[in-house]
T-cell receptor
Framework: EAGVTQFPSHSVIEKGQTVTLRCDPI?????LYWYRRVMGKEIKFLLH????????ESGMPNNRFLAERTGGTYSTLKVQPAELEDSGVYFC??????????FGPGTRLTVT | QKEVEQNSGPLSVPEGAIASLNCTYS??????FFWYRQYSGKSPELIMS????GDKEDGRFTAQLNKASQYVSLLIRDSQPSDSATYLC????????????FGTGTQLKVEL
């Protein structure tokens, strides 16, 4: 069974540009989560989808972040326009049951 | 006070010894607790989940939960150099939906 995949693995962009991160969850997992780890800090929750619906987006930092989940399958997280403080590692996780979440390899975003 | 606290380490143990990793949490009615292992530059890997007071064993790993003391621990028996990694404690806090709240992680070093 394939795990959670994320693309790209690394992105370097300039401040003010737009970046779109993609996550493909484990097949059959209705729950999809986005998390972020900024340097030196703990991993923090961004949002949670159940199928195509946003269940909880309480962790989204501001309206420069937009997450979508097309047809309840893969998800994208767009940052527009990117700021320096958006740099970090963005993880996607998925779960079938509501509790046990499996993480992808992450996308390392560097904003210069 | 952080919601989930871990000693950042590093915790150094000799090969073959028992490694004991500790985590405290602030919400006394939390129900779901997880340990993830993260190698440098890799994704967090779920290694244990525990929901009830007491011990849960899986191979060389034992998770211990004491809800009265708001304490969860991970024991690794017969530690191997390949166990050297950062161990993340994660909790689903009451009222937090399904989102994981992470500690900052404890770095474990198993020395030959």
């Amino acid at each position: 069974e394939a795990g959670v995949t994320q693309f790209p693995s690394h992105s370097v962009i300039e401040k003010g540009q737009t970046v779109t991160l993609r996550c493909d969850p484990i097949s059959g997992h209705d729950n999809l989560y986005w998390y972020r780890r900024v340097m030196g800090k703990e991993i923090k929750f961004l949002l949670h989808f159940v199928k195509e619906s946003k269940q909880d987006e309480s962790g989204m930092p501001n309206n420069r972040f937009l997450a979508e989940r097309t047809g309840g399958t893969y998800s994208t997280l767009k940052v527009q326009p990117a700021e320096l403080e958006d740099s970090g590692v963005y993880f996607c996780a998925s779960s079938q049951a509501v509790w046990e979440q499996y993480f992808g390899p992450g996308t390392r975003l560097t904003v210069t | 006070q952080k919601e989930v606290e871990q000693n950042s380490g590093p915790l150094s143990v000799p090969e073959g010894a028992i490694a004991s990793l500790n985590c405290t949490y602030s919400d006394r009615v939390s129900q779901s607790f997880f340990w993830y292992r993260q190698y440098s530059g890799k994704s967090p890997e779920l290694i244990m989940s525990i929901y009830s007071n007491g011990d849960k064993e899986d191979g060389r790993f034992t998770a211990q939960l004491n809800k009265a003391s708001q304490y969860v621990s991970l024991l690794i028996r017969d530690s191997q150099p390949s166990d050297s990694a950062t161990y993340l404690c994660a909790v689903i806090l009451t009222g937090g939906g399904n989102k994981l709240t992470f500690g900052t992680g404890t770095q474990l070093k198993v020395e030959l």
